[in-house]
């Protein structure tokens, strides 16, 4: 599985921090969006389209209470 976008809502510690990562598998994307960092809970959405996991990252980032979601460098 390789990471291609990586999104972060600029907080520190397990109870604030939120990551959306984007990840490629043989033609299937990967969503997966993670609460308490590293260690934290994760829910994964699969997708069979680019586009489609794009969409799905952009409205979880859109629906979070938090303003300053930056993306990350991946790689």
């Known amino acids: 599985m390789e990471r291609r976008k ?3 809502n600029g ?4 109870l604030a921090r939120e990551d959306i990562l984007l990840s490629e598998d043989a033609g ?3 969503v997966e969006a993670r609460e308490g960092g590293a260690e ?3 829910r994964w959405f ?9 969409d799905c990252a952009r ?5 979070s209470p ?3 979601w930056r993306e990350l460098p991946v790689g």
């Open 28 to 30: 299937i994307w990967w």
């Open 46 to 54: 699969e997708f069979r389209d680019e586009d489609l996991a794009l």
């Open 6 to 8: 990586h999104w972060w």
């Open 59 to 63: 409205n979880l980032i859109s629906n």
């Open 40 to 42: 934290g809970r994760s």
């Open 66 to 68: 938090f303003e300053k």
């Open 11 to 14: 907080k520190w510690g397990r």
